[in-house]
């Protein structure tokens, strides 16, 4: 099976995680901070706050910003679950605003319709590697004094107009899972532009505990306060080795995706029906994911009959997302319906995503794009003859 998407592990990652096994600091050490200011030095960041998982840098992040129960988050529906459910964890009532249909990223203007007085922040998610227009939303957070949060698990390595992700929002979150740009096994970041958040997120990842281990052993002493109710979000000096040598890795191998995913595109050209979601021209692409829009009416035939085939031909096919907002859970905790967010719906039917990560061969896209041919071609959904 060629899946949808893996990690790239090498002998210096192996070696780099062996040092650290060997030495002092499990966790909460040295190499903790050395992975944190590598990571915020790459997304030109001025702080960075390492964390167990991406879902629990969501959790930090709506927490640093004081979130009030009832308050009231922006985010699109095209995500993981996490992304509202970090808003729900901590009192908040997640407000989904519909996407670009072109580019299935979170439409300024849908967000500037569901701003109430409640609203405190946007979170923003940058859908399959592809951040969202920072330019419009921050406009719209600035004129409505809203905190600017962009969920970029997916988009490390990306940029727009040349900046960075990680350097757009008040505060950015990542997740280091193993399809994602680059991994730690599991594992999680906020980088963030102010101190004052970081502060709060490193207490809130200890437990609500003002000092750690580490800095109690140089002040000599076994005090410590609580200051708030945190979590053990720590994430393992070892963990943060892996990223390190990953992190060396993370340019090269976004060079690849984008190759990958221009041997595709020029693939789809000659197939009517078919077509890969739009890219804005000011953005530099990170492709987390590769996702394809099918034109139903074109050739008659649906996705899951696609994603079935396609899965037969050992070719592991995805779906990114079910929109959040008609989950069960958000339908009978908030009232959401099919129709609040057409465009983010009518993509959902449509859409699949194919494999893209940096492993994968040429030979490897080939196969998957003959294969997409292969089938729409032997189920008359395309005149017979296109090659
Ligand atoms: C957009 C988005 N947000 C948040 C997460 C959660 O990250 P993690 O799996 O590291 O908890 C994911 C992971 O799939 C994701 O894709």
């Known amino acids: 099976m060629i899946p949808y998407g893996r990690h790239s592990i090498d002998e210096g990652d192996i070696a780099a995680v062996v040092d650290v096994l060997q030495s002092d600091w499990l966790t909460t050490g040295p190499t903790l901070v050395e992975f944190e200011q590598a990571v915020a030095h790459t997304v030109d960041a001025p702080e960075a706050v390492a964390v167990s998982n991406g879902t629990a840098a969501l959790h930090c992040a709506i927490h640093a910003i004081g979130l009030q129960p009832g308050d009231e988050v922006i985010l699109p529906p095209l995500t993981f679950v996490a992304t509202a459910n970090a808003i729900v964890m901590c009192g908040g009532v997640p407000v989904f605003a519909d996407v670009d249909p072109e580019t299935l990223l979170l439409d300024p203007q849908a967000v500037e319709e569901k701003v109430t007085p409640r609203t405190k922040a946007i979170l923003a998610v940058d859908y399959a590697g592809q951040p969202c227009d920072y330019h419009a939303l921050r406009h719209i957070a600035n004129r409505h004094g809203l905190v600017l949060m962009a969920d970029a698990c997916h988009a490390l390595g990306a940029s727009l107009n040349g900046r960075p992700v990680g350097s757009l929002a008040d505060l950015t979150i990542f997740s280091f899972h193993p399809v994602k740009a680059m991994t730690t096994g599991e594992g999680g970041m906020v980088v963030t532009q102010q101190p004052e958040y970081a502060n709060r997120m490193r207490i ?50 976004v060079t690849r995706r984008q190759a990958i995913a221009s041997q595709y595109d020029d693939a789809w050209t000659s197939i009517p029906g078919i077509h890969p979601v739009s890219v804005r021209p000011d953005v530099s692409h990170a492709y987390h994911l590769y996702v394809i829009l099918l034109n139903e009416e074109a050739y008659g035939m649906d996705r899951a009959t696609l994603f079935s085939l396609l899965r037969e031909q050992g070719i592991g096919a995805q779906v990114h997302y079910i929109p959040v907002h008609l989950q069960p859970f958000y339908r009978e905790q908030f009232g959401t319906e099919p129709g609040l967010c057409p465009h983010a719906e009518s993509a959902y039917e449509n859409m699949l995503s194919l494999p893209i990560y940096p492993a994968l061969k040429n030979e490897e896209v080939d196969q998957v794009i003959g294969a997409v041919k292969g089938i729409v071609v032997s189920h008359r959904l395309i005149p017979t003859g296109v090659s």
């Open 204 to 253: 809130f990842r200890n437990h609500g505990i003002t000092t750690d281990h580490q800095e109690r052993l140089a002040r000599q002493t076994w005090e410590y306060q609580m200051t708030c109710l945190g979590m053990n979000y720590r994430l393992t000096d070892f963990q943060c080795a892996l990223g390190l040598s990953q992190l060396r890795k993370l340019q090269g191998w």
